[in-house]
């Protein structure tokens, strides 16, 4: 779309960020936002005063964007969530808050502030347009690191807002002075499929780089400060319809020999089936930002005299700071999901010999450990005591998904549900449901998966088989629901009747699956911050504003009819902009 910008305001945004470069954590000398809104400001000499020359200067730059980014962070999950049919605001919640569940969003909104993300974008462009990723010292290039890193950042960026806004200007140099600003807004105005298109080719020389060794921060890993290269160009693939390419890049990045990422075998699960009654659950869920399953994290300060903490904890969970009232709390559309998963389990009898059995949905621990176990294992409320006059509240509810330490980007089994998106809408249904129930390992390739379609993926479904066993992987839908391989009634959907050729069969089982994976999303990502988007993601792909309207509209149990009114036209999907 070829177009302009006649907004004021939007210029507004745009000098706000200018040279917002880069944070009070810099080495370097920059001129403040304040000064810059200022017509007479004069700042040809900023550029050629600052170039990044030494290492020293591209760590406190890189460390600088990522201050830039907590300021998003929180809205990753908030946008994401409350806006989807698994969430709501409770009596307690902001305003704020209570519009974003509503749709009610207008531009004064505290999580609609476009210009934290333009923020990000200007110390990006900054950083490229600086740095000499040419020089090389020791045979080595010294920043090539840190400029994929950058790069990353900045396409992780733009991508945030095609979701969000639907359609903004891509601007890919630093603005220094207020007439940049304007003349940015000549630029061609870009939507999700030019975004995505643009940053796919822009960062694929950038998936073999090395990430940057910066050591512990704060007793946290700093690699996983920074985003995978891959796994972000599947999700850019995945949104613009290039399922094959999205497939591999996610393939790749997963079954990379020299770093194996596996789903490992951590479950809720029921501790003694063979009693059969019900009353203890294990649980080896970990979702946080400091665990082995976490891929990718925005750190969060740890008090404001630091910088930018998170508020999630105070928005999700009952703590002193709101005096024990949530703000968001589960829907009745995520407690039927859960509730109508079955659990399947096997256990050994007196003889020796193998039973199998499915766990009842009557005298259970609660209504939350009826069928999936992740919503009971994740949720929990408790009733407290509290004196007659007091001003906290008297429940006490618990999402312990919820961590103030950072904010999870990535996700090890959210990227392997993407994965089975992109494999299943590339046509190979039958490995895209082996992550669901099995796993993608070797043996279930060659178990599970017929030999037309391990002929068609090839490479897609190939994995190393001293590296993935059924010792480290399962399918997904086992993190909750037990032993799904022993489930027969959990199957990849057939037609009635035996269809005119395989490409039909395959053609009728795309979409019927893809409602399994995107459940799937929802049982294992919820309260991350994923499924308004997962939902917009399939409705965009199949052109039926139904799938996202719907859901939604009935999240309290009944549907609201002003809602799926108003979510049946896509530009209501979208944060109105400044």
Not at 365 to 375: I, K, S, V
Not at 538 to 558: K, M, Q, T
Request: with cysteine; net charge negative; charged share 20%.
């Amino acid at each position: 779309m070829n177009t302009k910008i006649n907004n004021k305001n939007w210029v507004r945004t745009l000098i706000a960020v200018v040279i917002s470069l880069l944070t009070p954590h810099s080495s370097l000398l920059f001129i403040s936002c304040s000064s810059l809104m200022d017509t007479d400001s004069e700042l040809v000499e900023f550029e050629e005063d600052n170039k990044l020359q030494s290492p020293t200067d591209s760590v406190y730059s890189v460390m600088g964007i990522i201050y830039k980014m907590q300021a998003v962070a929180d809205r990753t999950v908030i946008l994401g969530e409350l806006r989807s049919d698994l969430t709501t605001t409770t009596a307690s919640a902001s305003a704020d808050l209570k519009a974003i569940t509503s749709f009610q969003i207008n531009t004064e909104n505290a999580y609609n502030r476009i210009s934290d993300y333009y923020a990000i974008i200007n110390n990006c462009n900054y950083f490229l347009a600086n740095i000499n990723k040419d020089l090389v010292k020791n045979d080595r290039k010294v920043f090539e690191a840190e400029y994929a890193v950058v790069k990353a950042f900045r396409a992780w960026t733009y991508f945030q807002l095609a979701q969000i806004y639907g359609q903004v200007p891509l601007v890919t140099e630093p603005l220094l002075t207020e007439e940049a600003a304007r003349q940015a807004m000549t630029a061609n105005i870009s939507d999700m499929n030019a975004i995505c298109n643009y940053f796919i080719e822009d960062l694929k020389p950038y998936v073999d780089t090395k990430l940057p060794t910066y050591g512990n921060i704060n007793n946290q890993n700093s690699q996983k400060y920074f985003i995978p290269v891959r796994a972000l160009l599947g999700d850019l693939c995945l949104w613009s319809g290039r399922y094959q390419e999205a497939a591999q890049f996610y393939h790749d990045y997963l079954s990379k020999r020299t770093d194996p990422i596996r789903t490992g075998l951590s479950s809720a699960s029921w501790y003694n089936l063979a009693s059969k009654e019900y009353s203890t659950i294990t649980y080896s869920l970990s979702y946080g930002y400091n665990n082995d399953e976490c891929l990718c994290y925005i750190p969060m300060e740890s008090t404001e005299f630091y910088g930018i903490t998170s508020d999630l904890e105070n928005i999700f969970n009952s703590t002193t700071l709101n005096q024990l009232y949530a703000q968001v709390t589960p829907t009745t559309a995520l407690k039927d999901l859960s509730y109508n998963q079955r659990y399947c389990g096997t256990y050994t009898k007196v003889d020796g010999s193998q039973d199998t059995i499915y766990v009842p949905k009557e005298n259970m621990l609660g209504n939350n450990y009826a069928g999936d176990l992740r919503f009971g294992a994740n949720y929990r409320t408790d009733v407290v005591s509290q004196e007659r006059f007091s001003r906290q509240s008297n429940e006490y509810q618990t999402i312990s998904k919820i961590n103030s330490g950072g904010v999870t980007l990535y996700r090890t089994n959210i990227v392997y549900l993407r994965y089975a998106e992109a494999l299943n809408r590339a046509g190979y249904p039958q490995s895209a449901f082996a992550i669901l129930k099995y796993g993608l390992y070797p043996d279930i390739v060659n178990k599970q998966i017929d030999e037309a379609e391990r002929a068609a993926a090839g490479d897609l479904i190939s994995f190393d088989a001293d590296l993935f066993t059924i010792n480290n992987t399962q399918g997904i839908h086992s993190r909750g629901s037990g032993n799904v391989e022993c489930d027969t009634l959990y199957v990849l959907p057939q037609p009635a009747y035996e269809l005119a050729s395989r490409q039909d069969t395959v053609n009728y089982q795309i979409p019927l699956l893809e409602d399994m994976i995107i459940d799937e999303m929802a049982l294992e990502g919820t309260f991350e911050g994923y499924r308004f988007y997962d939902l917009m993601r399939v409705a965009l792909r199949r052109g039926d504003a139904s799938y996202l309207a719907a859901p939604i509209a009935r999240r309290n149990g009944e549907t609201d009819n002003a809602l799926y009114t108003l979510l049946m036209d896509p530009k209501n999907w979208y944060l109105p902009q400044p």
